[in-house]
């Protein structure tokens, strides 16, 4: 006998996906038509369990129909970073369907839903929001107008509470906003919590950041992969990153819209550089900015973002550095290390220096190399070495200073990178036992490249 589960959705976007391209029997269940997608709200979905699966098991037909099951659920896990075991298991997402709402001012385009005129117009309460519409109109050729009339397209609009459309907020904190798929009536509004602590800075939550999020999902954009993605779920705001549209992003929205003609955008081409790619681990020319162990990890820094790798974890996944540090650690590091000892995680940029004690900031952070015992002429250093044994720390700073403290016996292999070359250096035989790329360290599979396809 099939069961059915109730699981709680974090994402309706992603599971929209998943389910927008095959048709399956009858078993997804949707509660209305239009849905509000949002970051960390939460959806009830209804989705048969594992044993749907078995109880279909003896059907030639079903054997197809599992398989492309299995494949969409392993990208969908992968998405989440678990597990890509293809089973419909507890901690594993549920699915859903994309709403399908026919209406008349809107079109399916793909799996996706789309508006199809070219002119939206937007009330909105906040300056900052034509910035927001200016990230998405100077790569597809849409133009957002505002009125201050009450019709308009897309409604931006703070609500505490139940605000009558099915999706309350919460309160400070968890969900933030939500808007809804392109459409007529509440299609494309963008509904913010006004519990939140907004604000055009870094204190408390940015709007212009979210806001960017929301609009996107307003222009009918699910979520991305892509942790350095504007349509990434989770909201990343850093002080020290300017906001702007990454590669991802622009490819999804002139997917759904096409790009500008040479002609509207020629100014633009010379005035802008391309948008950021987020580092690939497949890429042959990748290099780290600095490597380091953290606990059972190793962390791999580049740009804004790290891979951790983990001995019990399949994928070496890429997430953002503030993800897991607060968001004034800098992007383009020169070094990190991590001191057991005192549970501290140090962070080098330039002349500066960024201590974390317990994952929280030291309060005289950043203070300047000078301070470690560098002399001035020192403005920068390229790596650093901390050995728990010893409780030592090597520095390394260009040419010149190179420090060799001879490593304890159990820390024969000492991992030097420079440029995509990774160096396995023997501290027995002091020589270079083996080169490599550094992809190797971070198991790319090259046939899951889709960025390195797309430079070439
Ligand atoms: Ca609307
Ligand atoms: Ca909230
Ligand atoms: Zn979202
Ligand atoms: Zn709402």
Same mark, same amino acid.
């Given at each position: 006998m099939h069961t059915r589960t109730i699981l709680k959705l974090k994402d309706l976007s992603v599971c929209g996906q998943l389910l927008a391209s095959f048709d399956g029997p009858e078993n997804i269940i949707i509660k209305s038509c239009l849905?509000?997608?949002?970051?960390?709200?939460?959806?009830?979905?209804?989705?048969?369990?594992?044993?749907?699966?078995?109880?279909?098991r003896d059907k030639d037909e079903d054997a197809d129909w599992k398989t492309g099951l299995c494949d969409k659920?392993?990208?969908?896990?992968?998405?989440?970073?678990?597990?890509?075991?293809?089973?419909?298991?507890?901690?594993?997402?549920?699915?859903?369907?994309?709403?399908?709402?026919?209406?008349?001012?809107?079109?399916?385009?793909?799996?996706?839903?789309?508006?199809?005129?070219?002119?939206l117009s937007y009330r909105s309460i906040h300056k900052v929001f034509r910035e927001a519409w200016k990230l998405w109109s100077s790569v597809v050729p849409m133009k957002f107008r505002k009125r201050s009339r009450k019709e308009a397209d897309i409604l931006t609009a703070s609500f505490v509470a139940d605000h009558e459309d099915g999706t309350p907020f919460d309160g400070k904190g968890g969900i933030l906003a939500h808007a809804f798929l392109p459409g007529s009536g509440i299609g494309g509004d963008v509904h913010f919590d006004a519990d939140e602590d907004w604000s055009f800075n870094?204190?408390?939550f940015n709007l212009f950041a979210v806001a960017a999020h929301e609009f996107g999902h307003a222009l009918g954009l699910p979520h991305s992969s892509d942790p350095?993605?504007?349509?990434?779920?989770?909201?990343?705001?850093?002080?020290?990153y300017e906001l702007q549209l990454s590669f991802r992003d622009v490819k999804d929205v002139q997917n759904l819209y096409g790009e500008f003609s040479i002609s509207a955008n020629f100014a633009s081409l010379f005035s802008k550089k391309p948008p950021p790619r987020t580092p690939d681990k497949c890429d042959p020319d990748l290099s780290f900015d600095a490597v380091t162990e953290l606990q059972q990890e190793v962390l791999f820094f580049k740009d804004r973002f790290m891979w951790r790798k983990h001995p019990q974890f399949d994928e070496t996944a890429i997430t953002l550095i503030s993800s897991l540090w607060p968001d004034i650690i800098p992007p383009f590091l020169d070094a990190v290390y991590e001191n057991v000892d005192g549970n501290v995680i140090v962070f080098f940029k330039g002349h500066q220096y960024w201590t974390l004690r317990q994952l929280k900031l030291q309060e005289d952070s950043p203070r300047n190399i000078s301070h470690l015992g560098f002399p001035s002429r020192i403005k920068s250093i390229d790596?650093?070495?901390?050995?728990?044994?010893?409780?030592?720390?090597?520095?390394?700073?260009?040419?010149?200073?190179?420090? &060799?403290?001879?490593?304890?016996?159990?820390? +024969?292999? *000492?991992?030097?990178?420079?440029? #995509?070359?990774? &160096?396995?250096?023997?501290?027995?035989?002091? +020589?270079? *036992?083996?080169?490599?790329?550094? #992809?190797?360290?971070?198991?790319?599979?090259?046939?899951?490249?889709?960025?390195?396809?797309?430079?070439?």
């Open positions: 849905l509000p997608i949002c970051c960390a709200l939460f959806f009830y979905c209804v989705a048969y369990s594992n044993s749907y699966h078995s109880h279909y659920l392993q990208s969908m896990q992968r998405f989440f970073g678990l597990h890509p075991s293809g089973e419909l298991d507890k901690e594993t997402l549920a699915v859903m369907k994309r709403p399908r709402c026919g209406l008349s001012d809107v079109e399916q385009f793909g799996g996706t839903i789309r508006w199809k005129k070219r002119t870094s204190t408390g350095g993605a504007i349509m990434y779920p989770s909201y990343n705001f850093a002080p020290n790596a650093a070495l901390h050995f728990r044994i010893e409780r030592s720390t090597v520095f390394f700073t260009g040419h010149e200073c190179w420090r &060799y403290v001879r490593p304890p016996a159990d820390c +024969r292999f *000492v991992h030097f990178f420079k440029g #995509n070359i990774h &160096y396995k250096y023997d501290s027995n035989s002091k +020589r270079v *036992v083996s080169t490599s790329p550094v #992809n190797d360290l971070l198991e790319c599979e090259k046939h899951n490249n889709e960025i390195l396809t797309e430079r070439r």
